[in-house]
């Protein structure tokens, strides 16, 4: 078998089960890219852009945050709070999503809230990108 099986999976089902070429993501420690013959690994997941490399070389962009990946036996799973294909954003949601998130950072006072703010910020701010491509 030249590929690596795939699994991502979200609170909402399940976003791409199959085979795959590779997956990159962001992790809290960085960019991990996972192909075949990748040792065993576990990483917590960051809010960044995924990319899935599927079998025929097609890309697909993704937005993803929150999570973990694991690969374990030359399969990759990812279980994210959040994983959204490119061609499922809504781009005026996420526009809306930036614009409150900087009204928000804006009135914020206490830590807490700022620290909210800027992740809400965040992942606005990659779903815009992964949209625009």
């Given at each position: 078998?030249?590929?690596?099986?795939?699994?991502?999976?979200?609170?909402?089902?399940?976003?791409?089960?199959?085979?795959?070429?590779?997956?990159?993501?962001?992790?809290?420690e960085g960019d991990v890219q996972v192909m075949r013959g990748h040792t065993d690994y576990f990483a917590a997941l960051g809010t960044g852009r995924a990319k899935l490399t599927l079998c025929d070389g097609t890309e697909r962009l993704a937005a993803c945050s929150g999570g973990f990946i694991t690969v374990s036996g030359g399969e990759v799973s990812v279980v994210a709070t959040t994983f959204e294909f490119s061609d499922t954003i809504d781009l005026a949601r996420a526009e809306t999503a930036r614009e409150n998130a900087e009204a928000l950072l804006s009135a914020a006072k206490e830590q807490r809230d700022i620290e909210l703010a800027k992740a809400k910020l965040s992942r606005a701010l990659v779903?815009?990108?992964?949209?625009?491509k």
């Amino acid at each position: 078998m030249n590929d690596l099986i795939v699994r991502i999976a979200t609170p909402d089902g399940e976003a791409f089960s199959g085979e795959a070429k590779s997956i990159l993501v962001k992790t809290t420690e960085g960019d991990v890219q996972v192909m075949r013959g990748h040792t065993d690994y576990f990483a917590a997941l960051g809010t960044g852009r995924a990319k899935l490399t599927l079998c025929d070389g097609t890309e697909r962009l993704a937005a993803c945050s929150g999570g973990f990946i694991t690969v374990s036996g030359g399969e990759v799973s990812v279980v994210a709070t959040t994983f959204e294909f490119s061609d499922t954003i809504d781009l005026a949601r996420a526009e809306t999503a930036r614009e409150n998130a900087e009204a928000l950072l804006s009135a914020a006072k206490e830590q807490r809230d700022i620290e909210l703010a800027k992740a809400k910020l965040s992942r606005a701010l990659v779903r815009i990108f992964v949209a625009g491509k």
